[in-house]
C-alpha cells in the first residue's frame, strides 16, 4: 500500500516492520494463534479483510514456528502508523469469576439477565463506543417508542417476572463488575459453572464510576483502582447502589454451551478471547480482526520489558473510543483481574492493513 489514508481527521501512515521497535523479539506464533481464531470465525468478513487472505491462514498448522509466523504477517501485511490528535491509551479488562446459584434463596438474590424480547436497539452492538453520547435502546409502547428501563428502573424490578434470569449471584458489586467487563465466569453452588457472555445492553449511555469518583474528590486519579473502587462501593451498601445506578447502562447476558466457551469467554465477533492478545477496539476507526502492533513503554511484561506486542483486535466497548485507544484481555479471574485493574498507559498503535 502506498501513500497515506485519512480517516476522521486520522492518519494511517505507511512504515517499514524494521521501523516497529519490539517487532523482531514479539511472540508471532502466538499472535497468529490469536488470529487465526478471527480467520475460523468470520473467513469472509472485514474481520479478516480478505477472504484469500484467511485461507492462507487457514492452510497454515496453528503450531508453525515463531518464524513462519513472523513471516506470514511480514507477507501479507503493511504496518500503518497511527497518527492523531489524541494520544494514544490502553486499558485493561478480564473475565472475572464470581459465586452464583440456578434459584434465588437467602445468599444469592442478584439476578443475572438474559436479554429482554422487548429490547430494540437502534445501534449496531460492534459500534457501541461510537453511539456511546445517545440512546440507542429502546421499548415499544402504545404512542411509540420510549428509551428502555435504565438501570435504576432494572434494580427496582422493572423486568421482574419474566423470566429472563438466567443465573443468581451472591453480590451486587460482582455484577456491576460482571456487566463492565462483558463476561463472566460464574461457579454455581452446585459445583458446576457457567460461563456467561455479552448479549446486548439498554441502549443508555456508559458512565464510568471511577471518574464519577474522582471528580467528587473521594479517590485521586493516582490512587484508584479497581479494587479501591469496588471496597468504597461495599462499604455502604446504599451509597454504592446509588454511585452504580449513575452508570445507567446496563448489560444483558447469555450462558454459552460447555462447547462454545471451552476456549475462554467471547468477544464481539464471536472469537474466543486470548488473554494478552485479544485487543477491544473501536470499530469506527478499525475492523474486528485487525492486527495491531501495540507498543506501551510503561506497561511492564512479567520480565519487566516494555510492552511491545501484536494484538487482534478481536472485541469492542462502550468506552473504548478512537484510533489509538485498545482494552487488553488479560485473561480469567482474580490475578487478570489484578493486572487489568492497574493497567492504564500511554501506547503506540501500528495497524497492520493487508497488502493490495
Not at 276 to 289: M, P, V
Request: proline fraction near 4%; charged fraction near 25%; aromatic fraction near 8%.
Amino acid at each position: 500500500m502506498t501513500g497515506l489514508e485519512v480517516t476522521e481527521q486520522v492518519i494511517l501512515r505507511p512504515v517499514d516492520f524494521s521501523q516497529l521497535d519490539g517487532w523482531a523479539d514479539d511472540d508471532h506464533a502466538a499472535a497468529f494463534r490469536a488470529f487465526l481464531n478471527s480467520c475460523r470465525v468470520a473467513p469472509h468478513s472485514e474481520a479478516v479483510a480478505a477472504a484469500a487472505l484467511a485461507a492462507d491462514a487457514l492452510a497454515l498448522d496453528e503450531t508453525l514456528d515463531d518464524a513462519a509466523a513472523r513471516a506470514f504477517f511480514e507477507v501479507h501485511f503493511v504496518p500503518h502508523a497511527v497518527e492523531a490528535k489524541e494520544p494514544g491509551l490502553v486499558t485493561g479488562y478480564y473475565e472475572p469469576e464470581v459465586h452464583g446459584a440456578h434459584a434465588p434463596g437467602d445468599r444469592f438474590g442478584v439476578p443475572v439477565y438474559g436479554r429482554p424480547d422487548d429490547l430494540i436497539t437502534r445501534a449496531d452492538e460492534t459500534e457501541r463506543a461510537r453511539f456511546n453520547d445517545r440512546v440507542t435502546g429502546f421499548r415499544a409502547i402504545p404512542d411509540g417508542e420510549v428509551p428502555y428501563h435504565s438501570r435504576a428502573e432494572i434494580d427496582d424490578g422493572a423486568l421482574e417476572g419474566r423470566g429472563l434470569a438466567l443465573l443468581y449471584l451472591d453480590d451486587a458489586v460482582d455484577l456491576f463488575y460482571m456487566q463492565v467487563q462483558g463476561s463472566g465466569l460464574v461457579h454455581l453452588d452446585d459445583g458446576t459453572a457457567k460461563r456467561l457472555t455479552y448479549a446486548g445492553k439498554n441502549g443508555h449511555p456508559y458512565t464510568s464510576i471511577g471518574k464519577v469518583l474522582i471528580a467528587r474528590g473521594e479517590l485521586s486519579a493516582d490512587e484508584i483502582d479497581m479494587d479501591r473502587v469496588k471496597a468504597w462501593l461495599r462499604a455502604d451498601e446504599v451509597r454504592g447502589r446509588a454511585l452504580m445506578q449513575e452508570n445507567v447502562s446496563y448489560v444483558f447476558f447469555r450462558a454459552l454451551s460447555e462447547e462454545e466457551g471451552r476456549d475462554g469467554p467471547r468477544g464481539a465477533a464471536g472469537v474466543s478471547l486470548t488473554p494478552g492478545r485479544s485487543l477491544a477496539i473501536d470499530t469506527a476507526h478499525h475492523g474486528l480482526g485487525t492486527p495491531v502492533f501495540v507498543t506501551a513503554a510503561g506497561l511492564k511484561t512479567d520480565g519487566g520489558q516494555p510492552f511491545r506486542r501484536l494484538m487482534i483486535g478481536q472485541d469492542v466497548g462502550s468506552a473504548i473510543s478512537g484510533s489509538q485507544r485498545g482494552d487488553i484481555f488479560w485473561g480469567t479471574g482474580e490475578g487478570a483481574g489484578a493486572i487489568a485493574g492497574s493497567t492504564r498507559h500511554n501506547a503506540r498503535f501500528h495497524v497492520l492493513l493487508p497488502k493490495r
